[in-house]
């Protein structure tokens, strides 16, 4: 099984400013498969991004994700209020298991 | 536009199983092309694949709830289900059922999550 590790935990920044947020395999994710989800409080998670740096339909062109073999990150260029969520990377490998990475909470500082 | 929504009972007593169903709208998941998926998060958790279904019967179970789970579908009600048994109150969770894209690998659609409490 591989497991996905992110850091940091919790991530204070401002409106306006840049995030940048890790996700790292414990072995090489093939094919790319690794997406991004955003989940605000009592909300069911929100599909941000797949195949590593796609972004899924209606997401503002301020996200973006990076990374190969097994060290992902997902930006933000610069934040908008609504961007302050719990962030969780996913990824898929071919014994048919999916798994998520613990998440990293983004909060206004 | 495809919506998923979770329903089943509000409470399970300890050893007994956990029933929930997932009705999809605005889809059929006798087209194919999809796989239909139940996911747990704990309180203040992170997120835990229990499994998925295809529209076929195949199914897929995550191997640390497998010997306790059983995923079927309904094609005649746009519907597919999900069994946990002997639960505890580790099992305590918002279940959410989510489809997975026609790209195979990510959860494009998400019901709005049912908290479903193990206790006494």
């Known amino acids: 099984e591989i497991v996905l590790t992110q850091s940091p935990g919790t991530l204070s920044l401002s409106p306006g400013e840049r995030a940048t947020l890790s996700c790292r395999a414990s072995?090489?994710?093939?094919?790319?498969?690794l997406a991004w989800y955003q989940q605000k409080p009592g909300q069911a998670p929100r599909l941000l991004m797949y195949?590593?740096?796609i972004r899924a339909t209606g997401i503002p062109d301020r996200f973006s994700g990076s990374g190969s073999g097994t060290d992902f990150t997902l930006t933000i260029s610069r934040l908008e209020p609504e961007d302050f969520a719990v962030y969780y990377c996913?990824?898929?490998?071919?014994?048919?298991?999916?798994?998520f990475g613990q998440g990293t909470k983004l909060e206004i500082k | 536009q495809v919506q998923l929504q979770e329903s089943g009972p509000g409470l399970v007593k300890p050893s007994q199983t956990l029933s929930l169903t997932c009705t999809v709208s605005g889809g059929s998941i006798s087209s194919g092309g999809y796989y239909w998926n139940w996911i747990r998060q704990h309180p203040g958790k992170g997120l835990e694949w229990i499994g998925y279904?295809?529209?076929?019967?195949?199914?897929f179970y995550n191997p640390s709830l497998k010997s306790r789970v059983t995923i079927s579908v309904d094609t005649s009600k746009n519907q597919f289900s999900l069994k946990l048994s002997s639960v505890t109150a580790a099992d305590t969770a918002v279940y959410y059922c989510a489809r997975v894209g026609s790209g195979g690998y990510f959860f494009d659609y998400w019901g709005q999550g049912t908290l479903v409490p193990v206790s006494s």
């Open positions: 996913q990824q898929y490998v071919s014994s048919l298991m999916y798994t």
């Open positions: 195949g590593v740096s």
């Open positions: 279904i295809y529209y076929s019967g195949r199914t």
């Open positions: 072995q090489s994710v093939s094919n790319n498969y």
